[in-house]
């Protein structure tokens, strides 16, 4: 090779913005020494679509004017000659461009238009894939192409498949960062959620360790250890294996060792570790949420005047997007506004907790999910009626079903909380009583009798 082409072709290899993963700045160095290098006037890179039917210019140097992302771009089927050099992923050497069997397909349309004579085009690859060649081309006599000529372009073609590596490689490392980013925050968030959901634990249990009307507090906290043991150890396996797979991607990284599979493998296991822990935390909480309002019972809210009527309605409302993503339709009887001096609080718990209890066990096999609500009054009593349509509670376990931590749906995330709050509320904070309907054959019925003034 010439003396100065191996002097250029140096100093652009020895150019920091090669490895900078800048494409734009690295094309520009490469099109440029192309340039300087043969004593031509016109150069580009042209990239491959990908599925090889098309070439389209991404940057061409036409003397003093540059275009980057051209719209110039090259289908197989208008030149099948020249895709065909292209596919054997040679230097296509054109010395009489015009005439050349590989390129004379551009002669009226490209080349005598632009008054190009001689073309070389070598091929740029990248991890063993040809992605585009960068194309020199000569105006004026027609010229021979030297071997050193044709090395020298190849070359640079090689570099600039350095530049795509290290354009990717900084893409990867910046995708790494945020996925780092973002999992070191999610751990922070769950971590805090743990130690304040341990904290409310620690609260409530000495709160109902206090209240002597709670008979079961010693089961009820045993049963809770159980409970929320399960969830939090699942988050912390999950965890400690995102921060795992964290360490060895990154240590892939280091070694260069990391490829597109494995990186979109890690990819997938951060996202499934993450909603696992996101499921099990949120599961945990719930369960303390639950049993923070079991202990807290007596002083859940204030006594006041208020419409039951408007109480459930504004409890359904705030359940709607729950309702609609489980397809069911809720129903409140129509009827008067029924005045009532009691705990407003503890009726919204009551309706959230009836709900919640039908979308866990009810409604497995029904397909058009319904719940009816009706009110009714008596002399110094209202009725809150509750039925919904789903399999009904068995007889066998009508008499547990009210205890604390007794569920049928463990597997599916039930507490066994849900009604245990329902009754206690009922019957102590409200003064009333809660009756499971004989006939369960149409969906599970409920019926409540609370005092109008408590």
């Known amino acids: 090779m010439a003396r100065n082409l191996y002097e250029t072709l140096l100093d652009v290899s020895k150019s920091s913005m090669i490895d900078a993963g800048d494409m734009q700045s690295a094309g520009l160095l490469i099109l440029t020494a192309a340039i300087h290098g043969l004593g ?36 197989r089927c208008d030149f099948p000659n020249y895709f065909a050099s292209l596919d054997s992923e040679r230097a296509v050497v054109a010395n009489d461009a015009q005439n050349d069997p590989s390129t004379c397909e551009f002669r009226s349309s490209y080349l005598i238009p632009h008054g190009i004579t001689s073309m070389l085009d070598a091929p740029i690859r990248h991890r063993g894939n040809m992605l585009g060649i960068i194309c020199c081309e000569h105006q004026g006599e027609a010229r021979q192409w030297t071997n050193e000529e044709i090395a020298f372009v190849s070359a640079l ?9 290290a354009a990717q490689r900084n893409e990867y490392e910046q995708k790494l960062q945020e ?12 971590t805090e959620g743990l130690q ?44 400690s294996h995102c921060a795992s797979e ?40 719930g369960l303390v949420r639950d049993f923070k309002l079991s202990g807290a019972i007596h002083i859940a809210d204030e006594r006041e005047e208020f419409d039951l009527r408007s ?85 066998d376990i009508r008499d ?13 995330g039930g507490s066994g909380l849900g009604l245990s709050i329902v009754y206690n509320l009922i019957t102590q904070k409200l003064g009333g009583e809660i009756v499971i309907d004989e006939d369960q054959s149409e969906g599970a019925k409920f019926s409540i009798e609370i005092p109008a003034a408590r």
């Open 40 to 75: 031509i006037n016109r150069a580009g890179i042209w990239l491959l679509t990908g599925d090889k039917q098309a070439i389209c210019g991404k940057m061409l140097i036409d003397g003093d004017d540059c275009k980057l992302d051209t719209d110039l771009c090259l289908a």
């Open 157 to 165: 073609a090689d570099t600039y498949g350095r530049a795509v590596s």
């Open 179 to 190: 996925i780092n980013d973002q999992l070191e925050q999610k751990i922070n968030e769950r």
């Open 196 to 239: 304040t959901a341990l904290r409310n634990l620690h609260h409530t249990q000495a709160k109902l360790i206090e209240s002597e009307k709670l008979a079961s507090l010693g089961r009820m906290v045993s049963s809770l250890a159980h409970e929320i043991n399960t969830p939090l150890g699942i988050a912390v396996t999950s965890s």
């Open 246 to 285: 964290l360490k060895r991607v990154q240590q892939l990284y280091r070694d260069e060792q990391l490829n597109e599979a494995e990186f979109a493998q890690f990819l997938q296991t951060i996202d499934d570790g993450l909603q696992l822990i996101n499921h099990n935390l949120s599961r945990a909480a």
């Open 311 to 395: 109480c459930i309605e504004l409890s359904l409302k705030g359940l709607q997007p729950l309702l609609r993503k489980e397809q069911i339709s809720c129903e409140l009887a129509p009827g008067a506004a029924l005045p009532l001096n009691s705990y407003p609080g503890a009726i919204a718990q009551i309706i959230t907790n009836l709900i919640t209890n039908s979308i866990h066990h009810a409604f497995a096999h029904t397909e058009h999910k319904q719940i009816r609500i009706a009110l009714e009054q008596y002399a110094d009593k209202v009725a809150i009626h509750y039925h919904d349509n789903g399999s009904g509670i068995p007889n």
């Open 400 to 412: 547990k079903i009210f205890e604390p931590f007794f569920t049928t749906a463990r597997r599916t």
